[in-house]
């Protein structure tokens, strides 16, 4: 069984940083696709950024140069983990943040496929003042 455990959220000013992280354990695939998404307060959910196992990253135009997805080397029990960390924030990223994994790369539609086939996790909220 697929989990994932984010961290890191918190409240932050505007052009503050956070950091995300996404502790994603049970998968069984040599290939996949792990992102962040997130939701806003009265809105749908969108994707942010993803990564795939061989490093090809994807991110949302409204994050592009602020937010960089990374993936940490693989522990002994085949753990994933991924971070997101965010820079220059403003109060529109406000929103629930959750990590998601797919079995897919490659994918040119990883938000949608994240959003509709994924596993989730909890989310973490993040917040921006202005």
């Known amino acids: 069984q697929v989990q994932l455990v984010e961290s890191g959220g918190g409240s932050v000013q505007s052009g503050g940083s956070l950091r995300l992280s996404c502790a994603v354990s049970?998968?069984?695939?040599?290939?996949?696709?792990i992102g962040w998404l997130r939701q806003a307060p009265g809105k749908e959910h969108e994707g942010v950024a993803a990564?795939?196992?061989?490093?090809?990253?994807?991110?949302?135009?409204s994050v592009k140069g602020r937010f960089t997805i990374s993936q940490d080397n693989l522990s002994q029990d085949n753990t994933k983990k991924v971070s997101l960390q965010m820079d220059n924030l403003a109060p529109e990223d406000t929103a629930m943040y959750y990590c998601?994994?797919?079995?897919?790369?490659?994918?040119?539609?990883?938000?949608?496929?994240?959003?509709?086939?994924?596993?989730w996790g909890q989310g973490t909220q993040v917040i921006v003042s202005s």
């Open positions: 990564i795939d196992n061989d490093g090809t990253t994807h991110y949302a135009n």
């Open positions: 998601a994994v797919v079995p897919q790369p490659g994918l040119t539609k990883w938000s949608l496929y994240l959003q509709r086939f994924g596993d």
């Open positions: 049970g998968i069984t695939s040599n290939t996949y696709c």
